[in-house]
């Protein structure tokens, strides 16, 4: 993966700028001679219900909602690109994956998502942006959200609107997949 600042404001803490980025992956997934080895891509839902594996604060058992199935495959390419950017409270994001798989027996397997994510602070806040990684960081709140007792509200917290369009194709007809029930 790499990305680039196309524009970072330096005096404002990066509260405006542009990122631009791209990522290749090739993955062997067997040498010739050994055995089959297996391809799949599987999705779980993007509300926040759970990882598969169960790890930190999510639910165990989330499930797939798409799934290629265990396809016999030599290798895989997986090609990304990313746009990123904010001015002031408001933001947006966009990427596009796309892998080509080569079955063992088959022709080669094209799979694609992407998503589109636009937001705005309504008190003012903006994502900070870590250089040394290439991507947004957290949310520093200008006032912690808290109660107390019969004073009600004491501080805001960051508030924010945000509005996401996602797309994934795990089907291609040309597949020789195995669908493998999820283990629980």
Known sequence: RASHLLYYDEPADGRYLL????????????????????????????????????????????????DTGR??????????????????????QAEYMATSVNQDVGSTLFYDGAYVQAGYFLTGEHRTYNRTVGA??????????????????????AWELVARWSYVNLNDPAANATVIPMLT
Request: with cysteine; aromatic share 18%.
């Open 71 to 92: 396809i016999q495959a030599k290798d895989f390419n997986l090609f990304g690109v990313e746009v990123a950017g904010q001015y002031g409270p408001a933001h947006f």
């Open 136 to 157: 947004f960081d957290k949310v520093v709140p200008y006032s912690e959200f808290f109660a107390l007792g019969n004073q009600g509200v004491c501080g805001w917290g």
């Open 19 to 66: 990122h631009v980025g791209g990522s290749y992956d090739y993955t062997r997934i067997r040498e010739s001679n050994l055995p089959s080895g297996y391809y799949q891509a599987r999705v779980i839902p993007e509300v926040f219900v759970g990882d598969p594996a169960g790890g930190g604060l999510t639910a165990v058992g989330t499930p797939f909602f798409a």
